[in-house]
C-alpha cells in the first residue's frame, strides 16, 4: 500500500560551525509524517517537492 505525499517541507538549520543541516519533512494522509535527509528521499518525493514543496529557514 503505497501512501500519498501530501505535503513536503525543506527544513534548513543552522549548526554551531555555521555549516547547514537540511532535513525534508514529509507528511502523509492521515497526518503522518517522517524526518529525512536528502539522501533518504525517494524518487517520489523528490518528484512531490518540485511540486508541491517549500522551503523553511530556521536560522
Not at 32 to 53: D, M
Amino acid at each position: 500500500m503505497k501512501r500519498e505525499v501530501i505535503k513536503i517541507e525543506k527544513h534548513l538549520y543552522e549548526n554551531k560551525n555555521h555549516t547547514v543541516r537540511t532535513e525534508y519533512q514529509v507528511y502523509y494522509e492521515p497526518r503522518i509524517y517522517n524526518i529525512k535527509t536528502p539522501s533518504q528521499l525517494t524518487k517520489r518525493e523528490k518528484v512531490a517537492f518540485k511540486e508541491i514543496g517549500k522551503t523553511i529557514f530556521h536560522f
